[in-house]
């Protein structure tokens, strides 16, 4: 049934400088839709983020910060001067429908290199004290918020199994605003933020192919289902054609249908930090 406006995913939220309508937010995911010599964002990435800009933050794919950062293809890039106008481009955009969006600025760091631990990297007993030292260490700063990703494996018997409730254990140690991501649906994300563990919660695959997710939870609507195929490589298909669930229509209609353009636009002004996605 329709939720009210009291319901815990809809409540406001004031995030430094940025006052939220919702809390739903739209979690960084690589679709290596950059398909050009600059490998700049497009006016696909402009309408991409424009259609999902309900979510009062959006958090975008990772921009790799210069020719070594790189690690996945057609992934745009924000190290250039066409990199950083085509990044302009989809932040008006998400600005004019009065949403905000953070870039995620990324550098793939030793992951490319083979020599790394011999390319693998495992948990030891110092994993859980690394990054107990890490968040406290961010209690210091003046950070936006702190995105971190459920376990989605069993951890017993593991050097890492006191994470295995994630969200409660970093909950418990870091001070400020909490963002949990992986496998929430509307009742879990009502459920994790009415029960304080969480302050906003992050979508990434009902975004992919429901642009108008934030409506669908408020108003019980079904969730249409994406194309894998499409998920991180392609052009506009799986990308910015999923369409709106009409009024009064089913939410599901066969096929795809396109989704008419809009300009639209974005800004930040404040820091955010992610330990896992």
């Known amino acids: ?41 497009t006016e696909l990435h402009v309408e991409y983020h424009r259609q999902r800009a309900a979510a009062d933050l959006i958090l975008a794919e990772g921009n790799w910060i210069s020719p070594r950062a790189i690690r996945f293809i057609n992934a745009p890039r924000l190290f250039t001067e066409r990199q950083v106008e085509g990044w302009r481009a989809v932040t008006t955009a998400v600005h004019s429908e009065s949403g905000a969006i953070y870039a995620q600025l990324a550098h793939s760091a030793a992951v490319p290199h083979p020599d790394f631990f011999d390319g693998e990297f495992g948990s030891t007993d110092k994993t859980i004290e690394t990054y107990d030292y890490l968040v406290g260490r961010l209690n210091g700063l003046s950070l936006s918020y702190l995105h971190v990703g459920k376990a989605l494996n069993d951890l017993s ?121």
């Open 1 to 41: 049934m329709p939720q009210p406006d009291d319901a815990p995913l809809f409540t406001p939220y004031t995030l430094g400088e940025l006052r939220f309508r919702n809390r739903v937010v739209m979690a960084s995911m690589t679709r290596g839709r950059a398909r050009n010599v600059e490998l700049a964002s």
């Open 157 to 277: 018997g593991t050097p890492i199994a006191a994470l295995q409730d994630t969200i409660g254990y970093y909950r418990a140690r870091f001070k400020d605003t909490l963002i949990p991501n992986f496998g929430f649906d509307r009742a879990s994300a009502h459920t994790a933020i009415e029960s304080k563990r969480a302050d906003l919660v992050s979508f990434a695959k009902p975004f992919i192919c429901n642009p108008d997710l934030v409506r669908r939870f408020r108003e019980d609507l079904p969730l249409a289902d994406p194309s894998p195929e499409t998920h991180y490589q392609g052009g506009l298909q799986g990308y910015v054609n999923y369409p709106a669930a009409s009024r009064g229509d089913d939410p599901h209609p066969e096929g795809n249908t396109t989704h008419q353009s809009t300009t639209a636009s974005w800004s930040t002004n404040q820091k955010g930090i992610q330990l896992w996605k």
